[in-house]
């Protein structure tokens, strides 16, 4: 049964950067869309991005774009979401979530919801 | 951006009642690509329906989905305490992928 295991939580200062990761136990992550979401205390849920390891293809959402990296490293089936220059307005869970099917063309990046969810993360930004 | 606006915020029923959460949206969404989560607190989402009426592995019979273009339905045929949670619908198939603001159950 796939699983996906967060890192664990941060403290960071605004301006600085936050990595979390994401690995798969279970099942590989490579011919499916991982997705990252976060969630504001208190607030509904907020797509970031994605990527598809085996295309190497990324998306983000245009509110991510320029701040968010997603990186995958298929050997350890892990994805990694770095998200720099951070602000107060940044905590909050972080998720990383697999895309319900393997996807057979790069085409496919959206077709999918998601059905196996990491636990979070709590991301604090404060001075 | 299609914007996905769910009523009611709060339902608040009896074990055993009916519960109906909408979900619409501002410009039409394929059926294809309409999604219902599940969140409890202190929890990730779970994944109860997708391409708005086919339940997701292991989802109980007691909910079902239904609707199209812009007015999408998920139906709690008779809910139980275990139900309470935050409901979000989504949609996916193109970017960017949004969510509704989600709807509270309570159980009385």
């Known amino acids: 049964q796939v699983q996906l295991v967060q890192s664990g939580a941060e403290v960071k200062k605004p301006g600085s950067s936050v990595r979390v990761s994401c690995k798969a136990s279970?099942?590989?992550?490579?011919?499916?869309?991982i997705s990252w979401l976060r969630q504001a205390p208190g607030q509904g849920l907020e797509w970031m991005g994605g990527?598809?390891?085996?295309?190497?293809?990324?998306n983000y959402a245009q509110t991510s774009q320029g701040r968010v990296t997603i990186t995958a490293d298929e050997s350890t089936s892990t994805v990694h979401m770095t998200l720099s220059s951070l602000r107060s307005d940044d905590t909050a869970v972080y998720f990383c979530a697999r895309g319900f099917g393997e996807v057979p063309g790069a085409m496919f990046f959206y077709a999918y919801p998601m059905d196996v969810w990491g636990q979070g993360t709590t991301v604090i930004v404060s001075s | 951006e299609i914007v996905l606006t769910q009523s009611p915020g709060t339902l608040s029923l009896s074990p055993g009642e009916r519960a109906t959460l909408t979900c619409r949206a501002s410009q039409s969404v394929s059926s294809d690509y309409l999604g219902w989560y599940q969140q409890k607190i202190g929890q990730a989402p779970r994944l109860l329906i997708y391409g708005a009426s086919n339940r997701a592995t292991g989802i109980s019979e007691r909910f079902s989905g239904s609707g199209s273009a812009t007015d999408f339905t998920l139906t709690i045929s008779r809910v139980e305490p275990e139900d309470v949670a935050v409901y979000y619908c989504q949609k996916y198939g193109s970017s960017p992928i949004t969510f509704g603001q989600g709807t509270r159950l309570e159980i009385k």
């Open positions: 990527i598809i390891p085996m295309f190497g293809t990324t």
């Open positions: 279970g099942s590989s992550v490579t011919n499916y869309v």
